[in-house]
């Protein structure tokens, strides 16, 4: 379904289960979309949750709006779903990006937080982060495609085991990083440029557990563990065996953390 932002710009969503259940709002990684977490919604529903998922701007189904764009306005987006759905405060879980602006979120929204879970990301840009992304883009844009991306992308977040062993659900990846539009791989490369939440996040009382995948090269493990070691009262947690999605490659291990933790909230 699509709810319609009050400047007139759709965002697509899905939410299924109950009424009466808890949400989790899952949000994914840049270039791919909400069917990122296909390995999760079905864990979720049989464990008596209500899931939102949707697709960030320009990506998915979701309109895109020429950028630049800032954590802050993708933080927005989905507090604007949510309030617009009556939904009430949410168990939040975002990876890469996701968890970027989830940070945002619970920074600006913290009263729609029920619980805050941030995978295989960064409390503050990269070294570098401003170069890597202007190349990234201008690489984009020059092809007019993001097919020159995709290989490298996919390399970072999947380890060979899974991309020998896992060939369909490998190129649905692939799909969904040249399906992703320009405007909104530039619009959210250059939100993720230049932020910094470190002196922020020591003041969330939001309960949040920050989980990463062992062998991820993007947003690695130390990284991860600043993040967890900048809240007050973070869990963290390590997947080993996988790299920048282990929700996807390790469905088993990702699902069993989330929910304990999940539970230990309700």
């Keep these: 379904m699509f ?3 009050s400047n007139g710009r759709r965002i697509w969503y899905e939410l299924l289960g109950e009424p009466e259940a808890p949400v989790v709002c899952l949000t994914h990684s840049l270039t791919a979309d909400s069917g990122m977490w296909a390995e999760q919604v079905p864990a979720l529903l049989q464990s008596g949750y209500r899931v939102l998922r949707m697709d960030i701007r320009g990506h998915g189904a979701s309109e895109a709006v020429a950028g630049p764009y800032s954590l802050d306005d993708l933080a927005d987006d989905v507090a604007d779903v949510v309030n ?11 990876l890469s990006i996701g968890g970027m602006f989830g940070q945002a979120f619970a920074a600006k929204h913290q009263h729609l937080l029920r619980s805050l879970t941030l995978c295989d990301t960064l409390p503050s840009s990269a ?4 170069d890597m992304w202007n190349e990234r883009i201008a690489v984009a844009r020059e092809a007019d495609s993001l097919a020159p991306l995709a290989d490298a992308t996919l390399i970072r977040w999947f380890t060979e085991v ?4 896992f060939p369909l659900r ?8 040249l399906a992703t539009s320009l405007d909104g791989f530039e619009g959210c490369a250059r939100a993720m440029q230049d932020f910094d939440f470190s002196s922020v996040l020591p003041g969330l009382r939001t309960p949040a557990l ?6 991820d ?3 690695p493990p130390s990284e991860n563990k600043r993040l967890a070691a900048l809240i007050p009262g973070a869990h963290y947690v390590e997947l080993d065996g996988c790299r920048h999605l282990p929700n996807v490659e390790k469905p088993s291990d990702f699902n069993t953390t989330l929910l304990r933790w999940l539970k230990s909230q309700d």
């Design 210 to 215: 920050v989980l990463c995948g062992a062998d």
């Design 127 to 130: 070294a570098g982060a401003v």
């Design 217 to 219: 090269p993007s947003t």
């Design 3 to 5: 709810f319609r932002l």
């Design 162 to 165: 899974f991309r020998s062993g």
């Design 170 to 177: 490998y190129q649905q990846f692939n799909e969904s990083i």
């Design 84 to 94: 617009g759905l009556a939904l009430g405060a949410v168990h939040y879980v975002g």
